[in-house]
């Protein structure tokens, strides 16, 4: 089973916690930092069981306890969905994002290029076979998600989360992990554009398959690729009336 990755507040404690209350500050980090916004409707517990690496019951365990803290909304036959951040404050986990508040985006992006660029080049001479086979693992699973924008950010974040960690480095994941999740809202309308998932699938495939090379070289000119793709897209969006 997959280790739950980078979890913002909760630094040092992640192994004295149950799988279970990983998943949850997974999904309550989502909530509070914009990947879920209020009104999304939430895969079902097997796709996010599949995306999260986990089993069937951690998911529903995990979805109890956000339902406690009234964060999402469970309805027999319907799909959950996310009614806000509910009382429960997270403020250690985003105070690393209001670090860049002020900040443009392309001067985010063009950090985030940067340290990503190190983190791939890493990642491809340390990355196990395990995580490989989770890559690949999770963009087959993405070319089902074509037309679920709220399940593709799910497992798109898993997907670089898991590519951050390959590297090694803590403190690298820590700081790219805070530009990954910088200027989310106009992420999730650039992947309301038609193809503009499938395009993100095919890069998410050539990064796997240019680090099954272990070749630095060739996983920091697929990871460019798609950075490139995603900084652009982005300020389309922000860019747009």
Not at 20 to 45: A, C, F, N, T
Not at 125 to 149: K, S, W
Request: hydrophobic share 40%.
């Amino acid at each position: 089973m997959e280790l739950i990755a980078r979890i913002p507040g909760d630094k040092g404690q992640i192994g004295k916690r149950t799988v279970k209350d990983q998943i949850s500050d997974k999904l309550i980090y989502m909530i509070h930092s914009g990947l879920l916004r209020v009104g999304d409707e939430l895969p079902s517990e097997r796709e996010l069981a599949a995306t999260l690496g986990v089993s069937r019951e951690t998911v529903r365990a995990a979805m109890g306890v956000l339902q406690a803290r009234k964060m999402i909304e469970v309805s027999q036959g319907a799909r959950t969905r996310v009614l806000g951040t509910g009382p429960y404050s997270l403020h250690e986990s985003v105070s690393t994002l209001s670090n860049l508040k002020d900040r443009s985006f392309e001067e985010v992006a063009e950090a985030r290029a940067a340290v990503e660029v190190q983190v791939i080049w890493l990642a491809a001479q340390r990355i196990n076979n395990n995580e490989l086979a989770r890559l690949a693992t999770l963009v087959h699973d993405q070319e089902a998600m074509l037309r679920d924008p709220v399940r593709f950010q799910i497992s798109d974040r898993e997907f670089h989360a898991t590519l951050y960690q390959a590297c090694g480095n803590a403190l690298l994941v820590d700081v790219v992990s805070d530009f990954y999740d910088y200027a989310l809202e106009f992420r999730r309308r650039a992947l309301q554009r038609p193809g503009a998932i499938a395009h993100s699938v095919a890069e998410h495939r050539g990064i796997v398959e240019a680090l099954k090379t272990r070749k630095p070289e060739a996983a920091v000119a697929a990871a460019r690729k798609h950075l490139e793709q995603v900084r652009r897209t982005t300020l389309d969006e922000m860019s747009a009336p």
